[in-house]
């Protein structure tokens, strides 16, 4: 057996809504049980998610506070008065000042930007900024992706006498700022349709409003931040994404021709994923380590020098990034194995002086893929008594919702129920692991804290094509609540299995069910090689690609998860450096079976103490092996012995090595005729010396003097003959006696067809015998898969 890393939770399609949409809508039959399986299971739901055009973006107006916004910013631009975006410092937050303000410039405002630094004045507005700008005449205030929590900044804003507008999306608190205008969608009495919008989509839409038309060249810029806030792809969002992706591809802004150049990117292959691994993080990256500045000139500038000049810094920006990320992350997570074990700890509330604050969401979110755990990490600042941190979650435990109860510990924190930012007193934070931990306790159970694999739909080999790969195309731009459609291949043959990579980290395999192969690759895998016998039946979970080489294009699949259901034999019967097999049987719960005390001092030297010697039929029907690794060291004495050994148990691997010091399989079995023949051979010529002439004899008979030997004693035995100092001869008058009735004749055929059946049968041969035995319980399907 293999267990998967994740548990497979498989979606059932409705089958009737699965074949109206195929046949409505002519989509194959996997296309439309995706579609029916994320909720998309009427026609119309299913065509307007397909084919939505940008003529159905909603009205703007439909948003609350719109028309006073607009009305307000209108009469500043007649009157020229001072503007001032406030923006924030991640991607969201600079694609949505660049939206603003390029919405204004269009209008004729008279405005300016302003992004806090992340470092010296934190999240969201704050008292200095506004007094500031105050301070500069300004008198109205857009806050962009920001400022639904600044309840006091917004009581400071009234008092300096400027007018706060607040475009967001991020949750409301239960009591909003005292602001000028809200433009949020998820207001309680909102009446606006879709509530998911990020930062940047409630910017488009303020835009959208202002220019009394669709800001179609604003899109690239809206997909952008849309994609990398991780909101839901959705409604609008999957508009403002899918229409942004189609202008980022004929794009003429010259900071995004420079971040593509520097990333080795062709514009023409521009996705989702260009934006999430590449534009995204280079845009997050200035914010992250200094002033988000940069990112928003490099957006807003027309001169492609100028642009390839910011886009260099960014990109420099970005690589010191991902060296302070690697850092802190190993130190996170050596906090965590040293003082905060998750067996101990349902949250992680991890920090340290000196952690750049401007990471640790990241680092935050590493924790939560490699322990699946909610995570905070938390930046100490001794001098000030603060911790600044960011959160990240799992399904079941929503933070936003969760860090509420913390409020009186939390004076400023926000965020949604997946990700989270706060500061509190550093003296607050052992408060605050408590509390979540006791929250966690409550809430999550121990299958909540094993990672969860969603999958579309179980699928045969012969289903997957290239048109099929294709149309689930139509499904894309993927992200967050659509996201890669994940599928599940069954039990199938393995045609090839190996490890490829410079460090031979990643694996290769091709998969095959009633003559259909596919190929399949998984990205950091390589270590699964040693841990899946060839003959397996192998269940994988991954995403569907075409592989094109040489202008050849075949279907493939991106591993995510591999399992095999039932116990597995691995064959280490020629194996000749026995002290190789610890480093060769990977776990921890190993059963090291030895049979023989022959060779127990041997083994000994090799495994110590970790040696189960089975020696006898009790010993050997007690040895309990639970999904254990059994090594079977040394060949038994008997099958019976390793039939008692087997027999209704559950291992969860065997590994056969089978070691015999000498064996009988290749010494000469002599038949009846070799005994009718020695027989006579002997009534002719009377006493023999065997010792003297023994060698002759087998010479000459092309046997070995063992032969002779052996034969002789059986004989013996069976009181034919009698041996006296060497010399073998007849006994008169003795009655018949069959060759069996013989202890060593037993013996020697029984080892010989031990050996046969054990040591050197074919491995098909030898897993056939193991599964009379072993009893595979139904439980085992049931642990890798669960069917909702």
Known sequence: MLKPKSRWIVKKSDQTKTEILANDLNINQLTASLLVNRGLDTVEDARYFLFAQKSQFHDPYLLKDMDKAVKRINEAVETQEP?????????????????????????????????????????????KAFKSAAENGIRLIITVDTG???????????????????????????????????????????????????????????????????????????????????????????QIAQSGIAKLKTSQTPGLHALLKLANTDRSTIDEETIGFLIGPRVNAAGRLGSADPAVQLMMTSDPEEAMMIAEEIDAINKERQNIVAEIAREAIEEVEKHFPVADNSVLVVGKEGWNAGVIGIVASKLVEKYYRPTIVLSFDKEKGLAKGSARSIAGFDLFKNLSTCRDILPHFGGHPMAAGMTLQLEHVNELRTRLNELAKEQLTEEDLIPVSNIDAKIDINEITIDTINELGLLSPYGVSNPKPMVLIDGANISTLRKIGADQSHLKLAIENEGKVIDGIGFGFGYLHDHISPSSKLSVIGELSINEWNNNKKPQIFLRDVAVKSWQLFDYRGLKRIEKLPEMVPGDHIKWVLFNSEVKEKFSAIFGDSLVHVDNGEAAEQLGMEQAYVVLLDLPPSKDLLAKLFTGKNPGRVYAHFYKENSDFFTTLPTREHFKWFYAFLAKKGPFDLKRYGGELAKHRGWTKETVEFMSQVFFELDFVKINNGFI????????????????????????????????SSYEQLKSWFDQFIQEPVKNEEAIIQWI
């Open 83 to 127: 503007i001032l975006v406030f923006g924030d410092y991640d991607a969201d937050g600079v694609s949505s000042t660049t939206v603003m303000m390029k919405a204004l410039a269009e209008i004729g405002a008279n405005a300016d930007y302003y992004i806090p630094n992340r470092f010296t004045e934190g999240y969201g507005p704050n008292e």
């Open 729 to 760: 001869s007849l006994e008169k008058d003795v009655p018949k006696r069959d060759l069996s009735e013989s202890k060593t004749y037993q013996h020697k055929v029984q080892a010989f067809a031990l050996e046969n059946e054990l040591l050197y």
């Open 148 to 238: 639904i929590s600044a309840l006091h900044e917004a009581n400071v804003a009234r008092e300096l006498g400027i007018d706060l507008i607040i475009t967001d999306h991020h949750e409301p608190g239960p009591v909003l700022p005292d602001a000028f205008a809200i433009i949020h969608p998820k207001l309680e009495d909102s009446i606006y349709p879709f509530k998911d919008l990020a930062g940047v989509g409630v910017a488009f839409k303020v835009a959208h409003a202002l220019l009394g038309r669709l800001p179609e060249h604003l899109l690239e810029f809206a997909a952008i931040g849309t994609i990398a806030d991780l909101v839901p792809l959705l409604g609008e969002n999957r």
